[in-house]
DNA sequence: TTGAAAGCGCTAACAG
DNA sequence: CTGTTAGCGCTTTCAA
């Protein structure tokens, strides 16, 4: 830290007020003892103390944000649009991971909020109105991206349900007799949050409703490559595989791939979100673009027109754009 | 935000410093008062306010972080690792990126100053004496990783060097008569700190020196993919191809593959850093790892040294660990 | 046009 | 064992 507003009116021989009116323009102030100070300003580099501003304005132009992890490629997006975003509009981004632990989630919420953050942007694992009380009584901004806590919490997500329903009408038209549903995260719906996926395998099963002739076969939990790996066996007929997370298709790929299976020849294979490594996986995969920029941008833009204690709709849903491959 | 220690103070009929007392176990406490403040805490679930503590004591314990961003593979990696890290002892991170913009990392690097980070860990894109001086300036420890800014500065990172010269010999025990070494940061020397990437082409002719028999090329710059295809082209024996980041064989790959040349048949190719999307990347790609948790771990160690006050050794190196794959 | 004084919420030295 | 007081560095009335 270089020198304290108190050193700078010493210097200056003013006081600190005068000191203040001269560096942000407020108030009527001599042109001549001004350009003083802000000589003298210059000189000894003089920087306000963010953390005493924060303290007396209330206001820290930091935003908060908890998500799972940054391991996850999703959120490694996610997390590089905010921050880009952030800075647009002047704020630093306070950043913190919950690891799909629900006590981490509330600690780290609890204490971005003691930290005076202006608004936060989370990724939950929770749900239900207790937990939109806990929200609300943090007295703080929040936008929930994802997963949906409660009906009345602001959200930014994807229409995720009308996406899969086109994607596996999409599928049956290219005449699979089989489509498998992989979501994995379906196993935990009791203990987590998996709004996300909920959303998409409700698609999933619409759209297959109305193809009854198709056979249809839903696989969660983590074992899912093996139990993929069994349904192709099994068959019954030319069998395509609608996984709920591209990196959910890479592993199955991945896995067949030791067994022997091509995928086109043997077996389709669709996922969702567009990671940006898909780049780099051939054959290209099909898959739908979840489009996290555009999530991210419009979080952070509903965050600051909360903040701003602005009356907003509480939900935006953002476009999702089918990605063709070669793996149908 | 709840309530201030001042109103617990008020509701507890005490002044702030018993609460104080109450809360933190410092000095002697009549143990009934001490329970019954306790209580009263919980009740109105008291929680201090981190800024004002902060401007008080000095310490905020939140670290910053200046990367170039998180869309990069690696540092997305390694933010993960630090955030875990700091997370175990009590510390939060502060998220800044430098997006290559040597203006805009000084700028993160004054805020977090201002905001009054007990430290910093940087992937600086400067280097140079006045550089150091301008870091020294911060009054804030400082870790550096990757890029090495200036000898004296705290840094940690792997030995590069040494990881090149020896990949370079097993792949010149191969049999390639061609080897080219893919380092297209070095076109930005001039501009940028490219030390990680210096220091891998350094061991890479290191190694050539030694085998003159072997021919031995360097590309440079960003339209690499191109040029490295014009040199398969030219051949003159069989090639191998040596990338001073995965992310640039993996482009290379890709755009070998849709021009028809096939890994291992035509072409011979490894990598550096290991990084995480390579599980799904076939051929497995040969490569060196980098080890981001080690270097993430050490880094904050390293700072919390430092922020101790403790006479530490300045630089860390750690092990980088060779990745067989099937490219080579 | 300038300055004095209060206060943000906390910690810490010093009295009692 | 407890309270008073001062102060971190800034902003913001209010008065001169």
Redo the contacts between chains.
């Keep these: 830290?270089g020198i304290t507003s108190k050193e700078l009116a010493e210097l200056c021989g003013v006081s600190r007020t005068t000191v203040h009116r001269a560096l942000y323009n407020t108030g009527r102030i001599n042109p001549e003892t001004k350009e003083m100070i802000l000589k003298k300003a210059k000189e000894y580099d003089f920087?306000?103390?963010?953390?005493?501003r924060?303290?007396v304005t209330g206001k820290?132009f930091?935003i908060g944000v908890v998500i799972m992890?940054?391991?996850n490629?999703y959120f490694?997006?996610m997390?590089?649009a905010i921050?880009?975003e952030a800075?647009k509009k002047g704020y630093?981004?306070?950043?913190?991971?919950h690891e799909n632990n629900a006590d981490i989630e509330k600690e780290q919420l609890?204490?971005l909020?003691?930290?005076?953050v202006d608004g936060i942007i989370l990724s939950s694992i929770r749900k239900g109105t207790d937990y939109r009380k806990f929200l609300r009584g943090l007295?703080t901004p929040v936008v929930t991206i994802d997963n949906k806590v409660a009906k009345d919490l602001p959200f930014v997500g994807i229409n995720g349900k009308k996406a899969t329903y086109e994607a596996a009408e999409q599928i049956i038209e290219k005449g699979y007799e089989k489509v498998v549903l992989v979501c994995p995260p379906l196993a935990d719906a009791a203990r987590e949050n998996v709004y996300v996926h909920e959303e998409r395998a409700a698609g999933f099963t619409k759209a297959m409703r109305k193809h009854p002739a198709v056979k249809s076969v839903i696989i969660d939990g983590w074992d899912y490559a093996k139990k993929a790996f069994q349904e192709l066996e099994e068959a019954g007929g030319r069998t395509a595989f609608f996984c709920t997370a591209d990196i959910f298709a890479?592993?199955i790929?991945?896995y067949f791939?030791e067994r022997g299976k091509k995928v086109q020849r043997d077996y389709g294979i669709m996922g969702f979100d567009n990671i940006?490594?898909l780049?780099?996986?051939?054959p290209k995969l099909c898959t739908i673009y979840n489009s996290v920029e555009e999530v991210a941008r419009n979080a952070v833009d509903l965050l600051f027109a909360l903040m701003d204690e602005e009356e907003v709709p509480a939900e935006r849903i953002v476009d999702y754009i089918p990605v063709d491959g070669e793996t149908l």
Aim: with cysteine; hydrophobic share 35%.
């Design positions: 830290m920087r306000p103390d963010l953390l005493a924060g303290l820290t930091y992890d940054s391991d490629r490694s997006q997390l590089n921050v880009r800075r630093s981004v306070n950043i913190t991971f609890c204490r909020v003691d930290y005076r007295n890479l592993e790929m991945q791939r940006d490594i780049r780099y996986i051939s």
